[in-house]
């Protein structure tokens, strides 16, 4: 059941190095869309003093989270959730206040009604002062940074054109309306980016 994927298992690093800072000296964690797991467990190992609350609207991806929780015995990694974060309905166990949210990869793959609903939730479940970090591969100002995220952004919008990369001006204005403020952007490898908000 167990999943594995190379660019999650290659980016770990730099995603840690990035979110360390934001993390705070206890509390809990939830990550949105957490796929197979790797970077959950890659977190929650770095940080056993935190509490993880992983999430996936996929059985297969949250089969795979749960293998890994067993692999490495993880006491501070919770059972992942059932959520979707285009539905108004998140799960009743998604209960905050959480003292920050995290997503990898979530928003190029999703249509923009992910956007929206990961930061209303964001809104809703943070506590005062928390962190919304949003990692993945972003245009800026209707620019892409590479040329291979112009012919990915490309190849996913020919598979469903309500897919693609999202422009970082759309993103933080979407954090806006749901009280967001962006607080950081950092340049990451292989052209992705690093998006940091902050609960007000």
Not at 32 to 48: D, T
């Amino acid at each position: 059941m167990k999943q594995t994927a190379a660019a999650s298992e290659r980016n770990r690093g730099p995603i840690l190095e990035v979110l360390s800072p934001l993390l705070p000296e206890a509390g809990r964690i939830l990550e949105v869309a957490s796929g197979p797991g790797i970077h959950v467990v890659a977190f929650a190992e770095a940080r056993p003093d935190l509490d993880w609350q992983p999430s996936d609207p996929d059985p297969h991806a949250r089969a795979s989270i749960a293998a890994w929780i067993a692999e490495r015995r993880l006491a501070n990694v919770a059972q992942p959730l059932d959520l979707d974060v285009t539905r108004p309905d998140w799960p009743d166990d998604a209960v905050g206040p959480f003292d920050g949210l995290v997503t990898v990869n979530l928003l190029h793959v999703a249509p923009w009604a992910a956007c929206e609903g990961l930061m209303a939730g964001a809104a809703r479940l943070l506590a005062p002062g928390a962190f919304l970090f949003v990692y993945g591969p972003f245009m800026r100002d209707g620019r892409h940074n590479s040329e291979g995220n112009r012919q990915f952004d490309r190849s996913l919008r020919a598979q469903d054109p309500a897919l693609g990369l999202r422009d970082l001006n759309d993103v933080t204005d979407c954090a806006a309306h749901s009280g967001l403020a962006l607080e950081a952007i950092v340049e990451m490898p292989a052209n992705n980016r690093s998006l940091v908000f902050r609960q007000g």
